[in-house]
Every structure is written in structure tokens, then in C-alpha cells.
């Protein structure tokens, strides 16, 4: 899709489940369930659609997806299928890994740092070897030293190899990382999570990470059981959301199997609604 003098595309790797209740909250299971059907673990379906961002002398891709660091019990639990890779998906459009000279984390959970490394002789090694790894200050403390309650999403693997070879960059607040690439702070889903916003030729594209994981959560009071902050996540969602519709902006949903990217709309009755986009 074109935006501007940027070219911008979905770019999947593997596809994985997640506890329903988990990733709906206080939602009833029989309000989310109509949107995602739950499996007989009440496990839904979710993407990796990371966006690969060209044009103006830069190639930067957007989160990396869940990599290929798994082992097989690892993989059973959460229904890795494995089938593609963010490498398979950039090939595709003629892009190498050597060619990626950005990338971009919202924050360093495996299903969005994963593959940022991939196995190199038994060891863990940067993925996009040419490519400044950017991710908030605030994350990275935090990821290296979590608590009990979100221990489990953090793996150094995913990311202290890129440390070692000098291509991970911290960044503190709103930073135009690339010309029309910025990131910006979304404090809710934890404390160090950043969106990414690209803007060119006068219009936006707004990739909300897991402030806005799938379609479904476009609706304020949906949020996730894995957010640390909800109240913070419901301001920010009501801010980012009432902008994205007066303005028109691209919207990309990380983990949505269906809908990856579109346009949030209000109906007559003011119900928002998302207008999908072709891929």
C-alpha cells in the first residue's frame, strides 16, 4: 500500500493461540466468542502481522513476530503453527534480511521480540544483522529485571543478543527514528510500550501494538487481562482512537487473523467500526 513516498505491506510470521479470557479481560466469553471462536483449551486464534515500512533511503520493519527459538512443548502450548516465517514473508517481497536497517519493537514480549534473534550455531544471534533494533528506555529496564506478573513474556534471548553486537538503540519518549517513522509512547498494555506512527504525503498510519491488538478491542472498555494498566490504556485508547477516526488513519492490528490493517469508521449511531483494507 502506498502512503506518500512510503510503501508499506503486512509482512506475517507464525500464527499462534492465546487464552480467550486472557486477551478479553472483563469481557463476557459470550460477547468475545461471537468474534473469536475458542478451541476445546479456550485458546483463539491470533496473527504476527508485522509491517515492513520503504521508501525514503530506509527499509524498517515493524516487530518481528514470535522468531523460531521454540521448543516442541513450548510450541504445543501455544499452537505455534510455524508454517511462516518473518524471513518467508519478507523474501516474498524481495526483501533479505541484510536489506532491514531498522527495526522497530513496540516492547520486548516474545510474540513481538521473537524474532529479532534466530538460532546461529546452537546460540541465539541478531536476526536483521544490519538493523538498529529501537525500543523505549523504560521497556528495556523493565524487561531486564520483570516482576513475577509478566516474568513469563520476556526471553534475553530475543534480544540481548542485538545488545552484544552493538545494534540495540534506546530511545525515551516520542523519536522520529526514521524521516516519517516515529514512535510513540502508549502507556497501559505495561509501562514501556511504544505505537508507531508513519506519516507521509499528508496522510497516517498507525500501528497500535497491543493497545489495540485485534479489531475486537477498537471498543474502549475492551482491553486485554495481560494489560498493567488499565485505566492508563482506556484513556490513551479513547485519545488515539476519536484521532485515528476524525483523521482518517491507516490502522494496523497486530494480532488480528483476519482484519490486519483498515480504517475505523462510526456509523450512524456512533458505533465504531473497521473498514478493512486490502493486503
Not at 194 to 212: E, H, K, V
Not at 225 to 245: F, H, M, S, W
Request: net charge negative.
Amino acid at each position: 500500500m502506498r502512503l506518500g513516498s512510503l510503501e508499506l505491506d503486512i509482512v506475517r510470521g507464525s500464527g499462534f493461540r492465546l487464552d480467550g479470557g486472557a486477551m478479553f479481560g472483563i469481557v463476557p466469553k459470550v460477547l468475545w466468542e461471537k468474534k473469536f471462536p475458542a478451541d476445546e483449551r479456550n485458546r483463539i486464534r491470533l496473527a504476527t502481522n508485522c509491517l515492513l515500512v520503504r521508501g525514503g533511503g530506509y527499509t524498517a520493519l515493524v516487530e518481528s513476530g514470535l522468531g523460531e527459538k521454540w521448543d516442541s512443548k513450548s510450541r504445543e502450548i501455544y499452537a505455534i503453527d510455524g508454517a511462516r516465517t518473518i524471513e518467508d514473508s519478507l523474501a516474498e517481497k524481495g526483501v533479505p534480511p541484510g536489506d532491514v536497517d531498522a527495526l522497530v519493537l513496540s516492547h520486548l514480549h516474545f510474540d513481538h521480540a521473537g524474532g529479532s534473534t534466530r538460532r546461529e550455531d546452537g546460540r541465539a544471534a541478531p536476526a536483521f544483522p544490519n538493523a538498529t533494533v529501537y525500543v523505549q528506555s523504560e521497556e528495556l529496564s523493565h524487561a531486564r529485571s520483570p516482576n513475577e506478573r509478566d516474568r513469563a513474556s520476556y526471553r534475553r534471548e530475543d534480544w540481548e543478543p542485538c545488545a552484544d553486537a552493538g545494534l540495540l538503540a534506546e530511545v525515551s519518549g516520542e523519536v522520529e527514528v526514521r524521516p516519517g517513522l516515529t514512535v510513540v509512547p502508549v502507556r497501559g498494555h505495561n509501562a514501556g510500550m511504544q505505537a508507531i506512527r508513519i506519516d507521509s504525503g499528508g496522510r497516517t498510519a498507525f500501528y497500535f501494538a497491543d493497545a489495540l491488538p485485534t479489531t475486537a478491542h477498537v471498543a474502549i472498555p475492551w482491553i486485554m487481562g495481560y494489560d498493567l494498566y488499565p485505566v492508563d490504556l482506556i484513556e490513551n485508547k479513547r485519545r488515539l482512537v476519536a484521532q485515528a477516526v476524525a483523521e482518517k488513519w491507516l490502522c494496523i492490528f497486530e494480532h488480528d487473523p483476519e482484519v490486519p490493517w483498515g480504517t475505523i469508521v462510526e456509523d450512524e449511531e456512533g458505533k465504531r467500526l473497521v473498514e478493512a483494507a486490502s493486503v
